[in-house]
């Protein structure tokens, strides 16, 4: 039998978080079995500027992106969205059936991006693949997001072709499947791993990161990847404009994906300041955020594990829209005691929002001092990895073993008619 191996797909329509998880999980599983290979098909149109562990490779299928309407459009190729799926889905389906995986994950969309992925999905199902749907662990609000999934006629797929639903959290912070009506079939098929632990680099060497203000504390100032973060570092920046005696100095990554005029108004601003420095994106943040004194940030998924595994204090000012994902993870963490949550009554994503500075000013002033995750026991907390590599030996074991069955079935009843 041949070396186990694992498909990842993401549809990655915007930011990073789909992309950073699928790659934390892909490093984990090679670092757990040396006998293991992940593929990833992605549509992250800067998947290329991150580096991977042996073992770990991807395909880049063409990138799309979604507009204020709700709806999608090509990133770059001149065709429209209806060519450009059925492209996507090609790749995807012929890169499927030549890797034949043990072990088939799906990132958070049960059918991929308009359906792309629901021919994939039955050819593996038919050869033994073992077919995971991993979710985050808040998708969105059941009232909004019930009505998606019924229109996009998910049920049948979870049903008949998903044998598990992993889902990257912990019941006691929040259940995604929750007032989705979902039957009990379908239910039963719902795994909780914990949340995805984090650490310096990932287990790939090199060089150190030069931190900022030399061995000066900072508080770091993150968006992911930055898409919709205006209105966040617009009010940190008003603080520290106002309030110039602040005791500690802010570092912003601005992230890959901010309006580009956006950023060029920020490093002005900031270049007339002492204490805040910025940059605008890092492939290895893990770093910054160690060697921080407390984290400002949205409160992206990913970035919840970082600020947890590595026992920050943070300020979470999370997005209400288009999705209430981000509000609704912070304010049950802070609810748990994890972190704390500021947000605006003004604020809104499609312009910079004028929110007081002084209670941004007050909260940073407090930050460094805030309690730390650490002195809220959640046991389980960080064992996503652990176990996503448990269940990964598992479900690759179930489909191998199917294989050798399947083999010595053929090789009889080719030797009977010898």
């Not at 929750?178 to 379908?186: E, I, K, M, N, R």
């Not at 959640?378 to 652990?386: A, E, F």
């Amino acid at each position: 039998m041949r070396n186990r191996r694992v498909l990842i797909y993401s549809h990655d329509t915007f930011g990073l978080g789909h992309l950073r998880r699928c790659r934390a999980l892909a490093h984990a599983l090679v670092q757990h079995d040396p006998g293991l290979s992940v593929l990833i098909l992605s549509g992250s149109p800067i998947i290329g500027n991150f580096d991977f562990r042996e073992r770990v490779d991807f395909v880049r299928i063409p990138g799309v992106i979604k507009l204020q309407n709700g709806e999608y459009t090509p990133l770059k190729l001149p065709m429209d969205i209806e060519e450009t799926v059925a492209l996507r889905a090609s790749i995807i389906r012929h890169t499927a059936l030549s890797y034949e995986p043990d072990v088939f994950i799906v990132d958070k969309e049960p059918h991929g991006l308009r359906g792309e992925v629901l021919e994939t999905l039955e050819a593996l199902k038919a050869r033994g693949t073992q077919l995971v749907l991993g979710l985050r662990d808040i998708l969105d609000d059941p009232q909004l997001l019930a009505p998606e999934w019924k229109s996009k006629n998910v049920l049948p797929a979870l049903e008949s072709l998903y044998d598990e639903i992993w889902i990257y959290g912990l019941p006691q912070v929040s259940d995604p499947l929750a007032g989705l009506g979902l039957p009990d079939s379908v239910s039963r098929k719902a795994i909780y791993t914990g949340y995805l632990r984090r650490a310096l680099r990932n287990g790939i060497s090199a060089a150190p990161v030069e931190l900022p203000f030399g061995d000066r504390p900072y508080i770091l100032v993150t968006a992911g990847g930055g898409g919709d973060g205006n209105m966040m570092f617009d009010w940190v920046l008003r603080a520290y404009e106002n309030d110039p005696a602040q005791p500690v100095p802010a570092f912003f990554v601005f992230g890959p994906f901010l309006d580009p005029d956006l950023q060029s108004v920020f490093t002005a601003r900031i270049a007339r300041l002492q204490n805040v420095e910025s940059i605008t994106f890092d492939t290895h943040p893990e770093a910054l955020i160690s060697h921080s004194a407390g984290i400002v940030a949205m409160g992206g998924y990913n970035t919840v594990c970082e600020i947890l595994s590595f026992d920050k204090p943070s300020l979470i000012v999370p997005r209400t829209r288009p999705r209430l994902e981000q509000f609704l993870r912070a304010s049950r963490m802070q609810e748990m005691g994890l972190v704390k949550m500021l947000v605006p009554e003004t604020a809104d994503v499609d312009r910079i929002a004028q929110p007081d500075w002084k209670v941004m000013a007050t909260a940073l002033r407090h930050l460094p001092q805030q309690s730390l995750p650490s002195e809220v026991v959640v046991p389980g907390l960080l064992d996503g990895l652990r176990n996503v590599n448990r269940l990964v030996d598992i479900a690759a074991g179930r489909r191998q073993d199917r294989m050798r069955v399947v083999g010595k079935n053929t090789s009889g009843q080719q030797t009977g008619r010898t």
